[in-house]
């Protein structure tokens, strides 16, 4: 475990370098809330208190929370890396090590994401604390939010760990990368799962999409134990799934390696 | 002991066909057509303990993909391998622990980090302890002058500081073996030396067995004793260095400067590269096959009078090495 803990450790201090990309990627996040701020404070401006079961605040609070996980574990970063790691034939580096590529990759990346909350969670905190107030929740509900914003990040990096591994076998998973962002975007970012067709919500609700996005963004806009318990159930299930998936892809995937001049 | 032994080891690519045409693109598109390409021809060979050998060919030859199938980074169509006793194709992870590799142009390293946390990381990556590791960094840092820049971030360092950096890198869990792939890519001479002379310490100081490709025929010549030439996938010489310098083609060059132009003819005993009866110059250099005539044999063709200066020079190993692709062509 040490060892992935240094792997870990090593890319936050990475991380810790590039303080110009963390202020660019905070001024984006607020430009994109303000945008979310005005475009969802037009629509309900025409005297509906509450759409599909949400508040303005409540509404706002669930885009917050979408975007901060969208910013901080997109999956972009993993992605990126593996290709990297495979285009450029640097896996004859990476696959050499004593250490299991696949969780190495997952890792590294959950380095970035820990790194990127820091920043992003207080960015979110503020843009929401300034345009409705404080979310309906008390301080006891902090840590288990927290907690599921943990377990979704990790979700979505042994998923995109995954997507990224296809790499080894079309030299660019970028793609696929951009099919799956596009689906969660659409269906759990920019809006709530109540708000699409009722036979479509069953489907977003056992999604990954729903315990990555949809589910840890409900807990923030309108917290309940009963919310809670389902959504940290889905994500332990899910990343039990994608783990073992990875493991598996991984030992096909190594099968697979055509490194550049050899 | 054997360290390596390989035994009709081969290595097939699939590789995408390429056609012409709009319409036969199209079709490959959706129904690809593949051809067969062998990198690795059933080659058999075997590296003693503490060898330094040199594993070379022109682009595209097969040597970067033998070394990627002996490190259990690629997995071999068919034959065998044994790499310290492992199968580096099922104990990838428990090899790892007993290599170490260093690819020229391509970094292990953090860059925005400094090259002493890096080694601490890759201290916990290979479970040395740490008192054992502060040691052992301590050790390689002044074996291969780094302590001035030990905690500068890697990106701050030149392409030769960088590369001892990521020797000491894969030096710190003391490997038995090291394999060096184009190393000396992209640095200027004197870096160059450096790095040679650090290898060739790598070998005699801490006994580690080196395997090394490069297209620097300087880097083969100075750094390993044995080489195997390997073209379009089959192993076409494997030799001691000095064998394939002063045995395998037996050539001297004579380089002659006279007074007045010498007028020889080529022969099957020498050839004429530099200064023929056309070419009226004063310097003259001769290719003499020493398996047909002598120095003194040529010599006795020129006019002593005439002749103001003259050195004898063996082949350089960049035009042996040539000759070899060559006869396999």
């Known amino acids: 475990m040490n060892k992935y803990w240094q792997i870990f450790k090593i890319n936050f201090k990475e991380n810790l370098q590039s303080y110009v990309n963390t202020i660019l990627s905070i001024v984006s996040f607020c430009i994109i809330i303000y945008i979310f701020v005005n475009l969802w404070g037009y629509i309900y401006t025409n005297g509906t208190p509450v759409i599909n079961g949400y508040t303005y605040a409540n509404m706002l609070w669930y885009l917050i929370s979408a975007e901060i996980i969208c910013y901080c574990s997109s999956g972009r970063y993993v992605v990126r890396g593996i290709n990297n790691d495979v285009k450029t034939g640097k896996v004859a580096y990476t696959l050499n090590k004593p250490y299991n590529y696949y969780i190495y990759a997952v890792v590294s990346d959950m380095g970035e994401i820990i790194f990127k909350y820091i920043f992003i969670i207080l960015a979110g905190l503020l843009m929401g604390l300034v345009f409705v107030g404080l979310p309906t929740f008390s301080l006891v509900m902090v840590l288990p939010i927290i907690f599921a914003f943990f377990l979704s990040s990790l979700m979505s990096s042994l998923l995109f760990a995954i997507v990224g591994l296809l790499a080894f076998w079309i030299e660019d998973a970028t793609p696929f990368y951009w099919l799956v962002s596009k689906f969660f975007l659409i269906l759990g970012i920019i809006f709530p799962p109540e708000f699409f067709p009722s036979w479509v919500q069953p489907i977003i609700i056992y999604s990954p999409v729903y315990s990555i996005y949809s589910g840890t963004s409900k807990l923030v806009a309108n917290f309940s134990w009963e919310l809670y318990a389902n959504v940290t159930i889905s994500q332990i299930v899910y990343i039990i799934i994608f783990a073992l998936l990875g493991l598996w892809v991984l030992s096909k995937a190594v099968k697979k390696v055509n490194i550049n001049g050899g | ?329």
Request: proline share 4%; hydrophobic share 40%; glycine share 4%.
């Open chain 2, 1 to 329: 002991m054997k360290v390596i032994e390989v035994k009709n080891l081969t290595k097939e690519f699939k590789v995408k066909k390429r056609v012409k045409g709009f319409f036969n693109r199209l079709k490959n598109y959706f129904a690809p057509q593949y051809s067969i390409i062998k990198a690795v021809d059933d080659i058999s060979f075997s590296v003693e303990e503490g060898e330094s050998l040199a594993f070379i060919g022109p682009n595209g030859a097969g040597k970067s993909t033998t070394i990627k199938m002996l490190t259990g980074i690629l997995y071999p169509t068919c034959g065998e391998i044994c790499v310290l006793g492992k199968d580096p194709t099922k104990q990838r992870i428990k090899l790892s622990y007993e290599i170490g590799s260093v690819i020229g142009q391509k970094e292990q390293l953090w860059i925005h980090i400094p090259a002493y946390d890096n080694f601490k990381f890759y201290g916990a990556i290979f479970n040395i302890p740490k008192d054992k590791l502060e040691k052992r960094i301590t050790f390689l840092a002044d074996l291969f002058e780094i302590t001035p820049y030990l905690f500068q971030p890697i990106k701050s360092l030149s392409l030769g500081q960088r590369m001892r950096c990521e020797i000491v890198a894969s030096l710190l869990h003391e490997p038995k073996m090291l394999f060096f792939d184009e190393p000396t890519i992209g640095m200027d001479p004197l870096a160059k030396e450096t790095l040679r002379d650090l290898i060739k310490k790598i070998n005699k100081e801490l006994k580690t067995t080196i395997i090394f490709t490069s297209h620097d025929v300087g880097d083969i010549e100075e750094v390993c004793k044995r080489v195997i030439i390997i073209n379009k996938g089959k192993i076409v010489l494997d030799d001691l260095m000095k064998n394939l310098k002063y045995t395998h083609l037996k050539k001297k060059v004579l380089d002659i400067t006279s007074k007045e132009p010498i007028k020889l003819k080529n022969t099957d005993a020498f050839t004429i590269i530099k200064g023929n009866e056309s070419q009226n110059q004063n310097a003259t250099k001769i290719e003499v096959d020493m398996e047909k005539a002598s120095i003194t044999d040529v010599l006795s063709l020129v006019d002593p009078n005439n002749i103001i200066d003259i050195s004898i020079s063996s082949i350089p190993l960049e035009e042996i090495i040539k000759q070899v692709y060559r006869e396999v062509k």
